[in-house]
């Protein structure tokens, strides 16, 4: 490995995926801006919400409003990034706030523009408070050169989650905009309401740094990757065990694939950005170690468990780590 406290970490987009769960019919979209040589990246996952954007509109092709939301979202997102030139001049000391701002701002623009286009006259429209127009979630992270390091900046709304992953573990950095506020063991189960997502109401993008000074994974993914497993410490599992038995990165894409879609029932989609390392062999070695201490510390005790309150249990030790952004 590098010496990390005198070269600088490299990033580099390794690993992508968007699945349908019908053909033609997904509301997931995903971005990737990642030029090794310029100063930031973008990763980003986004899912269309289909329950209050099931609605048809026939003059887009009679998608769903939440899979012209999600695709529309994410092109608007692209433009965002490169009309303030993120990728030639980074993120540089603009506070998380500022930026997310920006961000709901090109997101409200964006919505309204749609609207203009695709709905129909307001007569003809049904109106409840139930129902959000165009409703999409969106994971973003940015990751930026700095002095000392990288400077991820996670910019969020709704369910899908932003993530990084370091030899002592995973971390998901986001937080769940839910409206009973259900912690994501909780959440596999109850599936809570969301209480924001990107639509043509009221919405906000919530913002939070972090600074990456060793080798790590930066991802993001929709819920269709994480909460279909019994916990969400099987997620983690998951990522590290597929990429222990994979010899070559485009197999351990193939594996991660159908080990999600072995337990997903909706659209899932995920984009990964690797931070430090030069080879797949190298990524492989340096995360090995992680897999080992998380069977000794939770897989062996997860596999011979069988009541919920036994996975609660193991749960509160894992959050400790998986939630530290958030305690």
Known sequence: MKDTQRTELNFDPILAFEIEQKNGQGEDASVCLADPKSRAALIACLDGCGGSGAKKYPDADNWTGARIASYSCGRALVEWYERNAIGKLGLQDYPAETIAQSLAQAMRENIDVMKSKVSPAPERMVVSSMIRPFPTTLSCALVSKQENGLRGLFLWAGDSRGFVLTKDGL?????????????????????????????????????????????CLVLTATDGCFSYFRTPMEFEYTILETLAKAKSLSEWKSTLMKRIGAVASDDYTMEVLSVGFDTFDQLKAYFYPTLTRFWAAYGKRISESRSREELRAIWDAYKLFYLRTQI
């Open 171 to 215: 971390t998901q950095v986001t937080a769940d905009d839910l409206k009973d506020h259900l912690d994501p063991f909780d959440n596999i189960e109850q599936d809570g309401v969301l209480s924001n997502v990107i639509s043509a109401k009221p919405f906000t993008v919530n913002a939070r740094d972090v600074l990456l000074t060793e080798p």
